[in-house]
């Protein structure tokens, strides 16, 4: 079966960004509400528990992208039977991670209060607070989980964003009200599992309609079988490395400068990481279609558009780097107050660690596509490694800002590997044009960025303000791109993709 890739891309994308959008906003309204009628003290509670749980999530390993990887060929070859043993496999290994994620949890609860320095809000269990964020982290692997799978393989991923948006909706307002009404945070914070539950169960009642020919029975053969094996033994380091990369951070905070730190760091996070999540839709939405893509077209095919999807994400990336860098502080400043907010050093760091960590997603999006976690098996581990000591050294000498330059660091060791593997594997030619285009591009972000910010020097503080700092985002970048790439082959490529491919059919939806 061979899907209708844009289609489904175009349709993903649309969803995806209108659901992010009230992921963004919801959350954001409750996070301000939560700063200013409890503190950042609980801010940084809900941080601090969320990390520690995702590295309990480490015992998923990867098993979930290997096997929705397993699914694509039995699509394309409409071998249903080979599907409904993988879904049976993904649901009796889903029980199992949710069982030992359980009894590790429990074992953790004695250590704690080891992780937090400077103390907590007097009226708070922090075991009672853990486990309900524990039940949360277990639900949806002894529930339904597993069945989003196939929504993800057949690249129906709009279907989990209409879900999620509409659930989000409802446990937010109810959040909300019971937030300020009551100012209990332990009524607050039990509706996530209650929602999660929810969530689970709209995934059974969706997928049954929808595919009610995939029931999870039967057991895939011997040679499927070693293949996902051998992707999990890679996916783990994988795994492993997004985790700690991720979620180290607010331990390391919390254990070393306390949760008022957490706080602050996470509200700068949010920000970003809401930008993060917008385009991480577009790369979830089309890596089943790359996947598609990579097992029927032609290496030169795939490789072209590797490159104008490249030239995009390059793009967007230098656009939001630039928008951050210029709004960052007057937005916090507005949102938070001065006394909650980083130095202009931190800032410049985060938008360091941000346009690094985006640059690299196309690669790594071809490299999932692809199928291919096994070929650079060892690069996570070194990479976590180096991440995790430099953390927990750093951040003794130079604070929050060595928490950053850490994670900075990691992902520079990564890049070279992650592009060896990917150039080597799928497009069997040199990375040597991939360097010089990326080197390029980057030079003409630090320029864009030091016109736009000397630019936005001249603007007040404000709502107005902030609003005029925008619109010169907007307008100097973008206009400087245009000015430098309106000649270039990925230009022209990428206008035509846009304008006919995905604006035409967009519009056409709408």
């Given amino acids: 079966m061979k899907i209708a890739r844009t289609d489904n891309a175009i349709r993903n994308i649309t969803f995806g960004i209108l659901y992010k959008i009230v992921s963004i906003l919801l959350p ?39 096997l929705v990887f397993s699914m694509y060929a039995p699509i394309a070859e409409d071998d249903n039977k080979t599907i409904c043993a993988l879904l049976n496999l993904y649901r009796k290994i889903y029980r199992y991670i949710g069982i030992f994620i359980l009894t590790v949890g429990l074992a953790l609860m004695p250590f704690l209060k080891y992780l937090i320095s400077s103390g907590y809000p007097a009226d708070i269990n922090i075991y009672i607070l853990y486990l309900i964020y524990l039940a949360n982290t277990v639900i949806s692997y002894l529930m339904f989980g597993y069945k989003q ?92 490395n997004a985790t700690v990369l991720h979620a180290s951070d607010n331990i390391v905070i919390s254990a070393f ?24 839709i577009i790369y979830s939405s089309i890596t089943a279609g790359l996947g598609n893509s990579l097992a029927l077209e032609s290496e030169e095919k795939n490789y072209a558009d590797f490159k104008v999807l490249s030239f995009l994400n390059n793009w967007m990336v230098a656009f939001c780097s630039i928008c951050l860098l210029c709004l960052y502080q007057p937005f916090m400043k507005l949102w938070v107050g001065s006394e909650l907010m980083f130095s202009m050093r931190v800032v410049i760091l985060l938008v360091a660690y941000f346009l690094i960590y985006q640059i690299r997603r196309i690669v790594l999006t071809y490299k999932d596509a692809a199928g291919i976690w096994w070929e650079d098996r060892f690069r996570p581990y070194v990479v976590m490694i180096v991440n995790l000591v430099f953390n927990v050294i750093l951040v003794q000498v130079i604070g929050i800002e060595g928490v950053i330059i850490s994670t900075i660091l990691s992902m520079l060791i990564s890049i070279p590997w992650e592009n060896y593997t990917v150039f080597k594997y799928i497009f069997h030619i040199s990375s040597r044009e991939y360097y010089i285009d990326t080197f390029r591009y980057i030079v003409i972000v630090i320029l864009s960025a030091l016109i736009t910010y000397i630019a936005c020097t001249w603007v007040q503080d404000g709502w107005i303000g902030l609003f005029l700092r925008a619109a010169i985002c907007v307008l100097i970048p973008n206009s400087i791109f245009v000015f430098v790439f309106k ?10 993709l846009v304008e006919k491919k995905f604006l035409s059919k967009f519009l056409r939806r709408i």
Wanted: glycine share 6%; aromatic share 14%; proline share 2%.
């Fill in 28 to 66: 954001f309204f409750i996070r301000t509400a939560m700063i200013y009628i409890m503190g950042s003290e609980y801010v940084g509670l809900g941080s601090l528990f969320t990390s520690i749980l995702s590295f309990l999530s480490l015992a998923e390993l990867g098993i979930g992208n290997a």
């Fill in 257 to 280: 400068l306390g949760l008022t730190m957490v706080g602050i760091y996470g509200n700068y996070y949010y920000i970003m990481n809401s930008i993060i999540g917008v385009m991480t």
């Fill in 487 to 496: 000649n270039t082959e990925e230009f022209k490529r990428s206008k035509e």
């Fill in 149 to 240: 799978s196939l929504l993800v393989a057949f690249q129906r991923s709009d279907i989990i964003s209409k879900r999620t948006m509409a659930v989000q909706v409802m446990q937010n307002a109810i959040q909300f009200c019971v937030l300020f009404l009551t100012r209990n945070y332990y009524l607050y914070i039990i509706f996530l599992p209650v929602f999660t539950a929810i969530t689970n169960l709209f995934d059974l009642i969706i997928v049954n309609k929808m595919y009610p020919q995939f029931t999870p029975h039967g057991e895939i053969n011997k040679e499927l079988k070693t293949s996902i094996q051998k992707k999990v033994i890679a996916l783990i380091g994988t795994k492993a």
